[in-house]
């Protein structure tokens, strides 16, 4: 093992299950955060953790030095998803393996090595004295669940944290093995949770059927009339009203960033990719708006057969939104639609779930070059620019309070399984991520 003391505090780390979507768990989000706090104070930081009622605290680490030239912040999150299917996992999900040059383990990826491996960096600096500038650590704990705080506890820390110049949010991966890339837009996003209710139980569908509404197929007939799946197209009246086509040099520049369609395919283990408005595989889910569900709850799923009409259905979908979509304008939209397409009669309740707009940065500003640079120089490849699909909330949340220049990157690969089983980070590009943010933060 290249560095035995880092793998170690890798292991403990991932050991502690904190997954901030299961309220059960909340003791060992806390295990997390005395974890960060007793690694923060080791490397000489300053502490403070703010707190919200039972919400996970979110951990701030200061590290001031003589004569700096610049105060940088560094943001992760230590909270994970939920290991299920835990009978995928090839390994015990909570138990750093290294096995065929990747470090196996829930959030080892997504964002645990992340941080480990910006606190060794710094480490490494304080010790060898070439530390030239301040740090400021931010760690929050609800990343996985929408970062439903993090406004509120950044502008508790606002006059804490001062003047900050530059902030990095290695929460992201690498365009290829050993080819660097730097995040510039990220999509919004908006959550939503669909309870459906016909009646006050279930009914035998040999007796009721025809008579009274399905509440699947209530559902069902709604998704339908959201999405068509063969073109891709939301079908929302005004969904696309404040979508930009993006201009000729941006096309030009996210060009090189499409993969082959066979690659993709690989990549994400499925047999047929889709796309919309015949863009590239590679940049239809960067560019466009996507709408999708993610879990439907109705009815009998056991063995055998159970023919029942069930009394209600509940689904759960978001959809992810492009610079100039406001998600209040969105929002009203897909209620008055839902409202709208829902026949008489059939009982519903909307939830909408804290999201967060689509974020975007100027590539051309010098600390985004100049990171550019040191990346393309420790990786001996010229770093990417690229938009991502996902959303991170804190990135947006932190330009606009800020005012500063954000700056996404990571070390991770695609093939990393982030919140699937056999999560998984590249060994050599763990390593070689901490050399990255060593010449980066010493810059």
């Known amino acids: 093992m290249k560095n035995e003391k880092v793998f170690k505090k890798l292991m403990e780390l991932v050991a502690i299950k904190s997954v901030s979507t299961d309220d059960a768990r909340y003791h060992e989000i806390l ?22 009622d039972q919400a996970p605290p979110m951990l701030i680490g200061i590290k001031k030095v003589e004569r700096a ?6 943001y992760g999150h230590y909270d994970v998803q939920p290991e299920d299917p835990v009978d995928e996992w090839l390994s015990p999900p909570f138990q750093l393996t290294a096995k065929e ?21 710094v480490d490494y600096l304080i010790k060898s004295n070439r530390l030239t500038n301040n740090i400021f650590f931010i760690f929050e704990g609800e990343e996985e669940t929408g970062s439903l705080h993090f406004e509120e506890y950044i502008n508790k820390a606002k006059d804490l944290l001062g003047k900050v110049d530059i902030f990095y949010l290695t929460d992201v991966g690498m365009y290829q093995k050993n080819k660097p890339q730097i995040f510039y837009a990220l999509r919004g996003l908006i959550p939503f949770e669909l309870n459906v209710v016909v009646g006050g139980h279930d009914l035998h569908s040999g007796v009721y059927g025809n008579k009274v509404f399905n509440p699947i197929n209530v559902v069902a007939s709604l998704l339908a009339k959201i999405k ?18 993006l201009a000729k040099p941006e096309l030009s520049l996210l060009k090189k960033t499409i993969k082959p369609a066979n690659q993709e395919k690989r990549e994400a283990g499925v047999f047929q990719l889709t796309t919309i408005r015949k863009s590239p595989f590679s940049l239809s889910s960067k560019i466009f708006p996507s709408f999708d569900c993610h879990g439907i709850i109705s009815g009998y799923t056991g063995a055998g057969v159970k023919t029942v009409i069930p009394r209600s259905a509940k689904v759960k979908f978001s959809f992810r939104l492009v610079e100039y979509q406001k998600p209040r304008d969105i929002k009203e939209l ?22 967060n707009p689509p974020f975007y940065t100027d590539i051309n500003n010098d600390s985004v070059v100049n990171t550019a640079k040191i990346l393309s120089a420790v990786f ?9 699909g996902g959303s991170v909330p804190a990135a947006e949340v932190l330009q606009r309070v800020f005012q500063k220049p954000i700056i996404l990157t990571g070390f991770t690969l695609s093939d990393g399984n982030i919140h699937a089983p056999n999560e ?19 810059n």
């Open 101 to 121: 040059g990747r470090f196996y383990g829930r959030g080892v990826a997504d964002n645990k090595g992340h941080i480990v491996q910006n606190l060794d960096a």
């Open 31 to 52: 295990k997390a955060v005395a974890f960060l706090k007793d690694w923060l104070e080791e490397i000489g930081c300053q502490i403070k953790i703010i707190t919200h």
């Open 334 to 355: 897909v209620g008055n639609f839902i409202e709208k397409n829902l026949p008489t009669g059939v009982k519903y309740r909307l939830t909408v779930y804290k999201g």
């Open 228 to 245: 068509d799946v063969n073109s891709g197209e939301i079908l929302i009246p005004g969904f696309y009203k404040d979508v930009k086509q």
């Open 424 to 442: 998984n980070f590249n060994e050599e590009m763990f390593w070689k991520g901490i050399e990255a943010l060593k010449a980066i933060y010493s």
């Open 69 to 74: 030239k610049k105060t940088i912040g560094i």
């Open 380 to 388: 001996q490849n010229k770093t990417i620019f690229n938009r991502s």
